[in-house]
């Protein structure tokens, strides 16, 4: 069954003076007063005041919106199209059912300990190559778990990039955590929202983007023949193009995962 996220959003709102003595125009009040630069600082803020990831993304998306609702004036029709993505489990391993193989990711009882990723480091060049990226801190390479770093290193020729990515993602979703359930690379927070093929030939990420338009964003491609854990793909072997929209898009597909 779709999501309602039009009626989730209206029992959001009308729930918020009860959950946190303030209303919507008192939050979009004390938002404004704060006068934070980006939405990662809205973000950050509202959770410092006890808001969940997503319901900080959503309060930021609202102010963003001129203080109306994002999902008012959407037809059920088309919400119910929308389904939850699924989950990774402990490895995103093939299974077989029914003669068909798909990847398995439903939630793990107890997530395992996570690293989380440093802030991206800055290119100075629109080519991909290591020598166009600044060289990594001693802090930035500890902070990257040791699987992680594997399966970066099946990313070959692409591997700047796709350090590039992982790095990128956690700047759009501050406080994402990431494992590797080979051969994806995992981002979570905290459910999980995309997930990295380092592919030596192409770089791609698999997420809930809301819909795909046929360029940028695609229908998922199977992974090795089996069944893409998320209904959505960007395939990615350019530097450039891991630009805002791209931030907007994984910011996206995390508040899709965690409402």
């Known amino acids: 069954m779709g999501t309602d996220y039009s009626e989730k959003e209206r029992e959001f709102i009308a729930s918020l003076s009860d ?14 007063s704060a006068n934070l630069a980006s939405r990662n600082d809205i973000i950050d803020w509202l959770r410092h005041r006890g808001f969940t990831f ?7 998306r609202i102010y963003h919106n001129g203080g109306r609702l994002i999902y ?3 037809p059920k029709a088309h919400l119910a199209g929308r389904e939850r993505p699924a989950n990774p489990i402990k ?24 690293e989380t990723i440093p802030p991206p480091p800055t290119l100075t060049s629109r080519n991909t190559s290591a020598s166009v990226m600044s060289a990594p801190t001693h802090a930035a390479e500890d902070a990257i ?28 979703v501050p406080g994402a955590n990431f494992s590797a359930r080979a051969p994806l690379i995992v981002a979570e927070a905290p459910q999980a929202f995309v997930a990295l093929w380092p592919n030596a030939k192409m770089l791609k990420i698999y997420g809930n983007f809301g819909a795909a ?3 940028r964003i695609t229908i998922a491609e199977p992974i090795m023949k089996a069944a893409p854990p998320f209904p ?23 508040t899709r995962a965690n409402i």
């Open 213 to 215: 338009d046929g360029t």
């Open 54 to 60: 997503a319901k900080a993304s959503w309060l930021e």
């Open 91 to 114: 490895q995103a391993t093939p299974a077989v059912r029914d003669n068909v193989v798909a990847f398995k990711f439903p939630r793990p009882a107890q997530a395992p300990p996570m």
């Open 19 to 32: 959950d946190t003595g303030k209303d919507l125009t008192g939050w979009l009040q004390e938002i404004s």
């Open 72 to 74: 008012a004036d959407e």
């Open 232 to 254: 959505h793909m960007i395939a990615l072997d350019d530097a450039r193009l891991v630009d805002q929209n791209f931030r907007d898009l994984i910011h996206g597909a995390a």
């Open 145 to 172: 778990s040791n699987g992680v770093k594997s399966l970066l290193v099946t990313a070959k020729g692409l591997r700047p990039l796709a350090e590039h990515i992982v790095k990128e993602i956690a700047r759009a």
